[in-house]
């Protein structure tokens, strides 16, 4: 998969997947849209509703940015956060280090982290700070069996137009099944067949709205 760096409209960097003609980030910003939809709307109202440690699943860890905001979020909030992150195609260590997060969120005290969250060994667990464990596991969502249930998801796959494969009823079960009783998923994309899955699979739907330059986005709960 060829990937090309970009530089979103809030300054951070994203990347262009020439094969799909699709970036890891809204072009509108990438930690903007991090912030907005994995943390504000996903880890502060799952913080908010549980006691802690909260168990993360990230479908597509790609750049670490969304790992890295929440490792940020945890000492900001001294919560203890497990974090499981499934990627099927890792990046490639020289695109890792020209990605721009670490100067961009003022965080150069903990550079190390960043790097730390892609050169850790996968399908292990790893304590990158007192209150912030990582268990990355290479593979596809497709094939994973998942051993844990989790508080929060952060549904983070390309767009349903060019990996639709990634968001049918099947894959929604999945999900929906790897939840704790109450979890929920977010994601940015709130178009209308994905609110009618998820809806099916039995999850109760919310549009919130969504980061600058996106109307909606969707948080589904398992109720
Ligand atoms: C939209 S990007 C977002 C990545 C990441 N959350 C970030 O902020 O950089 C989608 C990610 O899903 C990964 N991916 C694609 N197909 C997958 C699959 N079948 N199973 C697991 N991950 C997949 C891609 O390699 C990519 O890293």
Redesign the pocket.
Known sequence: ?QRTLIKTEDGSH??YVNDLD????SKHG?IQE?KHVFIEAGLKHVASHNNSPIRIL??????????FLTLIESEKLNLPIHYTA??????ELDLITELNYVECLNEERIKNKFIQIHSSDWEKEISLSELFCIHKIK??????QFDETYHLI?F????PAV?P??WTEEIFNKLYSALKPNGCLVTYCAKGEVKRTLKKVGFTVAALPGPPGKREMVRAIKT
């Open positions: 998969m994203s990347l699709e970036q890891y980030h990438a991090g990230e479908i597509g860890l790609g750049t670490g940015l969304n790992a499934l990627e099927a195609f890792p990046l593979g596809t969502l497709q094939e994973v952060y983070d796959a390309f767009g990996q494969e990634m």
